[in-house]
């Protein structure tokens, strides 16, 4: 009877054995992590996750954290159960997934077999960004600059943004191929590139000496944990969801008390009634697009694709300025400019086959109320310090800030994400 057993056996498909389930559980664990940090959102890594495994014949059940995934594959009466390496902070690498999407089609195709998926999947976890780190800062300078520009700076000020940006870059991109804390990295990149904008409005003679300093902070935003923590609540996705919402807003804290901090050391405040007043609608849509630049390279989107990326942030921003001169407020107006950016970013994202945040995020950078998140931590810093003799008018206006940030962000949000959801459901139908 052991003889039967051990030559049945041993004419299984290495599939069908346990090391092979041991194997594919592994193979299965790396795609969806490799998913995960290259910026899909969780709908799309349950998704992939379900269909690879069923290539390989299982079944496969996924539990995602902000730590680390959760991987059962199951086939018959066997099982195995995986839990994945740590999850690093979350970002955006288009190349990465392409080369993923290749990978899927080869095994969908049967031209791969695991060996080869796995051999992939190395080159891909070693691969080589899609820019250079020297093109990424300079990018992200001239998102600085043209949200200066956007937010009603001078000229000088202008020039004090890009050189904070592209320096401030240079040093936080440096930080994280350390691997540091993101927190820690995000407080250290904003108390450096807010003393550089403060010394640069000190030296030019800038007229709006506070843009140089919320300019640099506002590249900083982390918009990715955001929409996809929207997408993901909406989507019943809540533990993870919510958990990207949390670190965004610990991230966006960090940027706000190293702003604070060099507005107390140098002297150059943010002022609190300080509302921007935009360009003219045709300069507003030519920086609505160069500012769409630097995330889109720091995303890793391909060249061939960088006409997508500026012409979201064109049509959406620029939108949200035509509804303004109309007399609509800014949170109906973000909720309005914010939809016609998901839409586009869907639309593209189903053609080239990449996460929509990859589009959305460049397109909506210019609408993110940081300027006003900022403004609302000064005001509660200064009623702090003033204790129970804060003037009634500054409470006031700070709880004001508050809700109208709030109230942004929140549109923002919904603009982006229900087209998303919307848009998907439609396609899984």
Do not use: K
């Amino acid at each position: 009877m052991t003889g039967e057993a051990t030559a049945t056996a041993s004419v299984l498909p290495s599939d069908q054995t346990e090391d092979g389930l041991e194997d594919i559980a592994h193979l299965v664990l790396r795609f969806g992590r490799l998913l995960l940090v290259n910026g899909a959102d969780t709908e799309r890594v349950h998704h992939v996750v379900a269909d690879v495994a069923a290539r390989f014949g299982c079944e496969a059940h996924l539990s995602v954290t902000y730590e680390a995934l959760l991987l059962t594959v199951s086939r018959g009466t066997r099982f195995r159960t995986r839990i994945g390496a740590h999850v690093p902070a979350l970002g955006v690498n288009l190349g990465a997934i392409e080369r993923l999407n290749a990978v899927l089609d080869a095994l969908a195709a049967g031209a791969i077999d695991r060996a080869g998926v796995a051999a992939r999947l190395d080159a891909i976890e070693a691969g080589t960004p899609n820019w250079p780190r020297m093109a990424i800062a300079l990018a992200l300078g001239v998102t600085a600059a043209s949200l200066v520009r956007l937010f009603g700076g001078d000229w000088a000020a202008t020039a004090a943004a890009l050189v904070a940006g592209v320096v401030g870059t240079w040093a936080r991109l440096a930080m994280a191929g350390r691997h540091w804390s993101p927190l820690v990295v995000t407080f250290l990149t904003a108390l450096f590139s807010g003393a550089l904008g403060a010394a640069g409005a000190r030296l030019g003679g800038t007229a709006t000496p506070a843009l140089c300093l919320v300019a640099p902070g506002m590249i900083l935003v982390p918009g990715v944990p955001f929409i996809n923590g929207i997408r993901d609540v909406i989507r019943n996705h809540m533990t993870f969801g919510l958990a990207r919402l949390g670190f965004a807003g610990l991230l966006t804290l960090a940027i706000a008390v190293g702003l604070v901090t060099v507005t107390r050391l140098s002297g150059v405040a943010i002022p609190l009634d300080g509302a921007p007043q935009g360009p003219p609608l045709l300069e507003d849509a030519l920086f609505s697009a160069l500012a769409a630049i630097g995330y889109a390279l720091l995303f890793g989107v391909p060249s061939r694709l960088l006409w997508a990326c500026m012409l979201c942030g064109l049509a959406s921003h620029a939108l949200r300025s035509a509804l303004g001169l109309a007399g609509i407020g800014l949170v109906p107006g973000s909720l309005v400019a914010a939809a016609v950016a998901g839409v586009l970013a869907q639309l593209w994202a189903r053609r080239f086959r990449v996460p929509p945040v990859a589009f959305v995020f460049p397109g909506v950078v210019a609408m993110i109320p940081g300027a006003y998140a900022f403004r609302v931590v000064v005001g509660a810093v200064a009623i702090m310090q003033a204790g129970a003799a804060a003037p009634a008018a500054q409470i006031a206006e700070t709880l004001g800030l508050l809700v109208e940030t709030a109230g942004m962000v929140v549109a923002i949000g919904i603009g982006v994400a229900v087209p998303l959801a919307l848009l998907d459901n439609r396609r899984n139908g």
